[in-house]
DNA sequence: TTTATCACG
DNA sequence: GACGTACGTGATAAAG
């Protein structure tokens, strides 16, 4: 917010920001799926356009504005070179129409607008920054383009609204290897292949950027062109000369153009309320009209005083927090959120474990800006922390925890209202333990997930990350509150005003944060997902962590024991054979011993790092050559890792309340859709080895009951088979026999009966590796064999199953088109680095889209079950209860007298769980531990 | 806090 | 023609 202030309009420079529209528009046009208004014309880039536009409104500092953009294909630079940006295809035939209607979105915003025949935007950008600076004003230019970067300067920054960051001389530096006031030279020398810009032939960016440092400047170098040594070089720079000269002419910007409008007209407005609100409604952007509502614009019939736009209400609105301390002031508060039929909570606990952190106090919020605080468990303590004895003062006056809970009771169950939480499984716990059920539920950290994502980057989903992405709002940190290391206190122990102020927060940003996502799955399509999918898990998760698992810790110990003894033989074996005493897990000493002082050949990579791999595969090759000691280092390694991550460690996970293990589940942390366990976790068990299998005999079932274990088989290769249409692959599914068996038998045609084991073998890593976006690398070193070779099976398997290239290229389209591919439930898989200009990063980025969907398909589809599982069970009235899942797994304990019929019944509903072109086929086993059961 | 390794699907 | 890779997770110990 802007106040005039005549002393500060007297310090700081007035600021002007001049946006790049068309890159506004390509970036908006790219980045969303197609979408039409009523009448049936696209409108999808308009809609990105004109939030993206919001968004910089309402995040900028600046008393000026403008959005300038190109008119028409031919400007003065074709007659300078007809060719000029000659090879750039037509834009798509549903983006065109959209073209004036952007400028309309402009206009409604009381946002200048300017272009010019003749000239491209970057020249008008560049005049009108040269006359902003010469009459002092600062100017940002909201761009990304490169061809921008040679104006930066003092006074004149560029900012990437893709990244969300500036960028300045040191950016520019790391592209083109010069400093701003040299980008031309060398884009003069370098030639631009999209934009026809010819350069000096064999001359890229890097070798510019050192003749440029050499010699200073363009002229300068053509001139002493002679003293180049590399005889090619010389003669095309003597040769191509004046080309040289011609693209500078093409990429240097015009900064004297006539403009059409002075910038006296750029001065920021407010929009005409009926203007801004005709057009939002002409274009059925609703959900915008609602946001801006109120704030940028009255409400009919309003008389402007709610704020309506969650992004204005949270930078704007004065939050004032109420600390409650009494019954009827509880009672006024659960009033009014049974009549403001959302409200957001959130609990405060004296400790960070789910099953373990007592209720300390709670918060509410009812509408943004309006919180309240409710201490229960605050203990009084005085301000240092050093408590010995006599200093404490008494504990502050608080709602005792019962008639807390009896007035809160009817409000969290109440259908009506809907609580609101971010990371609310974590409070479903907490209040679960004061005896509070809680229901209907949203979860503003999953919305955020299923709406962008891994887009950003994993681990991004946090209250205070969310805050400051869509608000600009720095959150109290916990630390400010509670301290950090060794002085931190439990919040228990945080007086009240502090309290009062860091809780009621999240409570506030939670609301604000569901008002501002919650409409934005259906304007993208992900109400599907979240409603059927990720909403349902979060209960349902929490009632599976609550359950937990027994584990038997004797079984645990005998085998920490059984494991240390074999870990101390190795050791000294080990020792012995390097002839002194290291330490075998140190990967750097290990690597001494093996390379330097045994001068073994490592027939493999050395990392990242350069220190040489000791890696499982490359001891396997040492043993395989005959050498003892990594023979030894590997069996050594095998029961550490049992030992340290399993048996030791799995003890100390049994709650001591319950007997059993309750471990963590994700469900906003992968990129797939998958779930992921942790404090422990239960998804990575042992079981490939016979002596980490021993592990699953310590999971048990209560007495009376036995484990049942439900798994998928073959699910990804099905959903292969079902998304690319592979019409031999679905029928060798629909035979149901042995699938790599026929894989192999099709691709080496030799008969299933009596096959050599070696070509099943193949076949299956063959399988495997379709479903991880296939290379003959990959595949050469999964099968030790040379990588001829292994690109002749793939080609053998493309030529058997056609359809899958097909696929393939399918979804590597869709990921460069839109940023992410959706799996056949419509969940988006984010695919970042698509477009990255390094071939190994996009690579990567290319296999993991193509895994995509399978992956996820398979998540969506065993999260349908789960789903199911609990009312199914509950109508045939067994008392089975879920406990574990493992991707394509289910684990449940089960009354040993139900056994078989929960197990056809659990069968029953995962198989259909999707209805899909190859048969779904479940496996179970029931037994008193997970070993057996499995 | 980052890196290497290895457990699972 | 070289590059350098199988997809997705989490826990542990070593080392910076």
Redesign the pocket.
């Known amino acids: 917010m802007t106040e005039p202030d005549s002393t500060a309009a007297a310090t700081a420079p007035d600021r002007l920001f001049l946006v790049d529209g068309s890159g506004y528009i390509f970036r908006a046009y790219h980045s969303l799926p197609p979408m039409t208004r009523p009448d049936g014309t696209p409108v999808n880039a308009v809609y990105g356009f004109t939030t993206m536009l919001m968004k910089l409104l309402a995040d900028m500092d600046a008393e000026r504005v403008a959005v300038i953009f190109d008119k028409g294909r031919k400007t003065f630079r074709n007659e300078i070179h007809p060719d000029y940006k000659g090879h750039r295809p037509d834009a798509p035939e549903d983006l065109v129409p959209q073209f004036p209607i952007i400028r309309d979105a402009v206009r409604a915003f009381n946002v200048a607008c300017v272009e010019m025949e003749g000239f491209e935007a970057d020249d008008l950008i560049a005049t009108y920054a040269k006359q902003a600076r010469a009459r002092g004003i600062d100017v940002t230019v909201v761009s990304s383009d490169k061809d921008l970067m040679q104006l930066v300067r003092d006074g004149v920054a560029l900012f990437d609204p893709m990244k969300n960051r500036p960028i300045g001389p040191d950016q520019v530096r790391e592209k083109f290897g010069v400093g701003p006031d040299r980008v031309v030279d060398v884009q003069a020398l370098a030639g631009d292949s999209s934009d026809n810009v010819p350069g000096v032939p064999g001359i890229g960016v890097k070798t510019a950027a050192q003749l440029i440092e050499e010699y200073g400047d363009l002229e300068s170098l053509l001139a002493r062109a002679g003293e180049i040594k590399q005889p090619k070089r010389r003669q095309n720079l003597t040769e191509f000369a004046d080309q040289a000269r011609m693209s500078r002419d093409l990429v240097l910007l015009r900064d004297d153009v006539d403009v059409p409008e002075p910038l006296e007209g750029f001065d920021v407005r407010q929009p005409d309320p009926d203007a801004l609100r005709a057009f939002l409604v002409e274009n059925g952007f609703k959900s915008v009209l609602a946001k801006v509502e109120g704030d940028l614009i009255p409400k009919p019939g309003d008389g402007g005083g709610a704020a309506a736009d969650p992004v204005a209400e949270a930078t704007s609105a004065a939050a004032a927090y109420a600390l409650v301390q009494d019954i009827e002031a509880l009672r006024r508060w659960v009033a009014e959120a049974r009549d403001a039929d959302v409200v957001a909570i959130d609990t405060e606990t004296d400790a960070l474990s789910a099953m373990r952190g007592g209720l300390v106090g709670i918060s509410m919020a009812t509408a943004p800006g309006r919180a309240c605080y409710i201490p229960l468990a605050h203990k009084g303590g005085g301000e240092g922390q050093l408590d010995l004895g006599g200093g404490g003062t008494e504990a502050p006056r608080q709602i005792p925890l019962d008639a807390c809970v009896a007035e809160l009771k009817d409000l969290l169950l109440n259908p009506g209202v809907l609580k609101v939480g971010h990371n609310i499984k974590y409070d479903l716990h907490v209040l679960a333990r004061v005896g509070l059920e809680v229901a209907p539920v949203d979860d503003t950290m999953v919305l955020s997930y299923v709406l962008d994502g891994?887009r950003l980057g994993?681990g991004t989903h946090g209250l205070d990350d969310l805050a400051e992405r869509h608000f600009g709002h720095a959150m109290i940190a916990f630390k400010d509150v509670c301290g950090s290391g060794k002085t931190q206190i439990t919040f228990d122990r945080v007086p009240l005003d502090k309290a009062v102020e860091y809780a009621a927060e999240d409570a506030d940003y939670t609301l604000r944060l569901h008002r501002l996502l919650k409409p934005r799955l259906i304007e993208e399509r992900m109400v599907t997902v979240y409603e059927t999918l990720d909403r349902p898990m979060v209960p349902l998760l929490a009632t599976m962590e609550r359950a937990g698992i027994k584990v038997d810790p004797a079984v645990l110990k005998d085998l920490s024991k059984t494991f240390a003894a074999r870990i101390g033989d190795l050791e000294d074996e080990v020792h012995r054979l390097a002839g002194h005493p290291f330490?075998i897990?140190?990967?750097?000493?290990?690597?001494e011993v093996l390379f330097d002082e045994m001068s073994l050949q490592s027939g493999r990579?050395s990392?990242?790092?350069g220190?040489k791999?000791?890696?499982?595969?490359?001891?396997e090759d040492l043993a395989a050559q005959g050498h003892d000691l990594p023979a030894r280092v590997?069996d050594w390694?095998?029961f550490?890792?049992?030992k340290?991550?399993?048996t030791?460690?799995l003890v100390e996970d049994i709650n001591p309340d319950t007997g059993r293990v309750h471990t963590t589940f994700?469900l906003t942390?992968?990129?797939?859709g998958?779930l992921?366990?942790?404090?422990?976790?239960l998804?990575?068990?042992?079981?490939?080895?016979e002596e980490?299998?021993r592990i699953r005999e310590a999971f048990v079932a209560e007495p009376g009951h036995v484990l049942l274990s439900a798994?998928?088989s073959q699910i990804e290769l099905r959903l292969v088979a079902h998304v690319a249409d592979i019409k031999a692959l679905k029928e060798a599914f629909h035979h149901g026999a042995d699938i790599h068996a026929i894989t192999a038998s099709r691709m080496f045609g030799e008969p299933v009966e009596g096959m050599d084991p070696m070509l099943r073998r193949r076949a299956k890593?063959?399988n495997?590796?379709?479903?991880?976006?296939?290379?003959?690398?990959?595949?050469s070193?999964?099968?030790s064999i040379p990588?001829g070779e292994a690109q002749r099976f793939i080609d053998a398997y493309f030529q058997e199953f056609p359809e899958i290239l097909d696929y393939m290229e399918r979804t590597k389209d869709e990921a460069r088109k839109h940023g992410f591919v959706r799996t056949l439930f419509g969940r988006k898989c984010w695919a970042p680095g698509i477009n990255d200009k390094n071939?190994?990063a996009r690579?990567?980025a290319e296999?993991?889209a193509?895994?995509?969907p399978i992956?996820g398909g398979a998540a969506d589809i065993i999260k349908r079950a789960m789903v199911k599982l609990p009312d199914a069970l509950t109508e045939a009235g067994l008392g089975a209860r879920l406990l574990l899942q493992?991707?394509?797994?289910l684990i449940l304990e089960v009354p040993e007298a139900e056994a078989d019929q929960t197990a056809a019944l659990v069968r029953k509903v995962m198989e259909g769980a999707a209805s899909l072109s190859v048969p779904l086929v479940v496996d179970t086993g029931t037994a008193g531990t997970w070993a057996e059961a499995?």
């Open positions: 891994t994993q330490n897990g140190s990967p750097k000493q290990l690597g990579k990392s990242k790092t220190a791999s000791t890696g499982a595969d490359v001891l590997l390694r095998q550490s890792k049992l340290s991550t399993y030791d460690a994700g942390g992968t990129s797939t998958r992921s366990s942790n404090d422990p976790n998804q990575n068990i042992p079981i490939r080895t980490g299998r798994d998928y890593a063959i495997f590796g379709i479903i991880y976006g296939i290379s003959a690398f990959g595949l070193r999964q099968l990588r071939p190994n690579g990567l296999r993991a193509i895994n995509a992956q493992v991707h394509d797994e499995h």
